[in-house]
């Protein structure tokens, strides 16, 4: 008797348990989709309507090892804000609006699609992966694994399929909806990548035959850093560049091994003025533009041309140079807008950049 009472006892608290995780469930999605129609919240961001929009099938494929169609009943929905500009046919802002988006996080969708990495033997590290996303019109954008899944703030990019207005109180603005689901991007100033009607995504991991790797290679040095663009050195950078465009920035630095680093601050010229001397600011650049940096020992990382140049949270990425280093030096990166230090890449000797799933020609 006292056997059957414990063993119910134990299906009481199951029940009660999964009672309330499947309340704290269905609590996340009411307040992603809550809507205040009589001023009963703080929030400015409730206050329309939300539309639903169409939802394509989509896949995710590539260097995974169970690729297939996402099952989008077992992810939580999440709610963003997002001022939407891009650039018109003369390269200049154009506003397009300001919308609440709800939909699924692309971190939350890739998170069971199993990584295969095609170098995984020769290079572990995923810092190298990068995500292309492709719609129902053949359009492309890229976004790096460390957009994904090493920010500061996770969930920046989602999958929208619902949306509404953030209506200005005075101006009673009443931006045009979108038709169609939206991959968006919460982090960028224009918003160039906010494809509509995504249907596929494929995890890519960057391949480059010109960088050797050398494990454990001692010391880790280079002089000086050479920038390629198309299989060409368009700028080289030394102890003697110059460097009087330098931000200080203070961090926590963290690393997903070791754990804290050091609390003191980092100095470097953002690599957004970097950028700004490689290539020209356009919507190619924002959506597939690639910018590849490697050490003196083939260690590499990646990241999109957006995070570096295109970014609304100031979250600079710093390129630093110390000429008193004589291993590990002179040259390394500080990706302030990383939780993790590990594309804190060191002993800098090239950075790649392209473009459009090619070379990009030198402008």
């Not at 494809?195 to 995890?203: A, D, E, G, L, W």
């Given at each position: 008797m006292k056997k059957m009472k414990n063993l119910a006892m134990v299906i009481g608290f199951a029940i009660v348990f999964a009672f309330q995780s499947c309340n704290a469930q269905n609590q996340s999605i009411n307040t992603a989709l809550y809507v205040d129609n009589e001023n009963k919240t703080?929030?400015?961001f409730d206050n329309t309507e939300?539309?639903?929009l169409p939802v394509?099938?989509?896949f995710v494929d590539g260097e995974v090892s169970n690729p297939g169609e996402v099952d989008f009943s077992k992810l939580q929905l999440r709610d963003v804000i997002v001022k939407e500009t891009i650039l018109d046919e003369n390269g200049e802002d154009k506003f397009v609006g300001a919308y609440r988006y709800v939909g699924y996080s692309l971190a939350d969708i890739l998170n069971t699609f199993i990584l295969d990495k095609a170098n995984a033997e020769a290079f572990p590290p995923l810092i190298d992966l990068y995500v292309e996303i492709e719609n129902d019109k053949g359009e492309k954008v890229v976004v790096s694994w460390g957009e994904i899944y090493y920010p500061n703030?996770?969930?920046?990019?989602?999958?929208?399929?619902?949306?509404?207005?953030?209506?200005?109180?005075?101006?009673?603005?009443?931006?045009?909806?979108?038709?169609?689901s939206k991959m968006v991007f919460v982090n960028d100033l224009i918003t160039a990548r906010n494809?509509?009607?995504?249907?596929?995504?494929?995890?890519k991991s960057y391949a480059n035959d010109e960088i050797e790797i050398i494990k454990g290679k001692k010391p880790l040095f280079s002089p000086d850093i050479n920038i390629i663009v198309a299989g060409k050195t368009v700028k080289s950078y030394n102890a003697e560049s110059d460097f009087s465009k330098s931000e200080t920035l203070h961090t926590v630095f963290y690393g997903k091994g070791r754990g804290l680093h050091s609390t003191k601050p980092f100095t470097g010229l953002s690599m957004k003025e970097v950028m700004s001397n490689i290539t020209v600011f356009n919507t190619i650049s924002l959506q597939t533009g690639l910018v590849i940096v490697v050490a003196d020992d083939g260690y590499r990382t990646v990241f999109t041309f957006s995070e570096l140049s295109n970014r609304n949270d100031q979250s600079d990425v710093l390129l630093l140079c110390d000429p008193t280093l004589t291993d590990n030096g002179i040259f390394k990166l500080f990706p302030s807008c990383d939780f993790f230090s590990d594309r804190a890449i060191k002993g800098i000797n090239r950075i790649y950049f392209i473009s459009n799933n090619k070379i990009q020609d030198y402008e």
């Open positions: 703080n929030s400015f939300i539309v639903n394509s099938k989509l703030s996770m969930h920046e990019i989602i999958f929208a399929t619902g949306v509404s207005r953030i209506v200005p109180d005075k101006s009673k603005d009443m931006w045009t909806l979108p038709v169609e494809i509509s009607n995504p249907v596929k995504i494929t995890v």
